[in-house]
């Protein structure tokens, strides 16, 4: 039931991502609520990340941000999915 998580060097978890394919309303309603179902499993409190291919229009946005689920957008290089920006979610104090 889980996507990716980034892990710290010392084992905790430092993000919960699910990755969405689009960015429809039943989409992003299904990420949203893969990230809330799965996240008390999980140890400690890692962000939980939504990646979507571009960004949800703004009302829809603000209503997951609300829910303390950070937004990451990917793109596509030939067959290589890129995350631009995945560090400075991951390490805001270092960029």
Known sequence: H???IAVERN???RAFFQVGTGTTLSGLHTGVARLLLNAPDLPGSPRLVLAVPREPEKE?????????IDL???GWEGDRAVFPGLHTLLFP???
């Open 60 to 68: 829809l946005r603000e209503q997951i941000e609300r829910l303390k």
């Open 72 to 74: 990451l957008t990917y």
């Open 93 to 95: 104090a270092a960029s």
């Open 11 to 13: 084992g905790g978890i």
């Open 2 to 4: 889980r996507d990716l």
